[in-house]
Each structure stands twice: as structure tokens, then as C-alpha cells.
């Protein structure tokens, strides 16, 4: 579980990092290298989101900011 807690992060960072940019700027770094909704895109964009849904799993599961007494 630990692996997949470690890339989950790394993803939802990664995304953030993408939409940041897209926001501020208009400027999509995953559509520039690998094509505007090409297959490779579509399966990066699609695990970001796979990643999103892992960490709302994670938190509600391992309660990682609960108060420990």
C-alpha cells in the first residue's frame, strides 16, 4: 500500500502542478510534449485523476490527520 500511496502523491502533485500552470497561464505542459488529447495524454490526465480518487480513499481510510491521544 505504500507504493501505492507514494505515486498517488506524486500524481496529485503533478496535477496540481498542471492545473496551476493551465490557470495562470493557458499553458498545458502534458498536451505540449505528448499532443493535444492524444492517447498518451488521455492516459496521463486519466491517471492524475485515478491518483485524486486514491487520496480521498487514503484519507478516509488511514485518517492520516486524526488526533492521536
Not at 500500500?1 to 500552470?21: C, D, E, P, R
Not at 485523476?49 to 492521536?68: D, E, N, Q, S, W
Request: glycine content about 8%; proline content about 3%; charged content about 10%.
Amino acid at each position: 500500500m505504500k507504493i501505492t500511496s507514494i505515486l498517488s502523491f506524486v500524481l496529485v502533485i503533478v496535477g496540481a502542478i498542471v492545473w496551476l500552470l493551465v490557470g495562470l497561464f493557458a499553458f498545458d505542459p502534458v498536451a505540449l510534449i505528448f499532443g493535444s488529447m492524444s492517447l498518451i495524454s488521455r492516459i496521463i490526465y486519466t491517471a492524475v485523476g485515478l491518483g485524486g480518487l486514491f487520496m480521498i480513499f487514503f484519507i478516509f481510510a488511514y485518517r492520516p490527520f486524526a488526533k492521536v491521544e
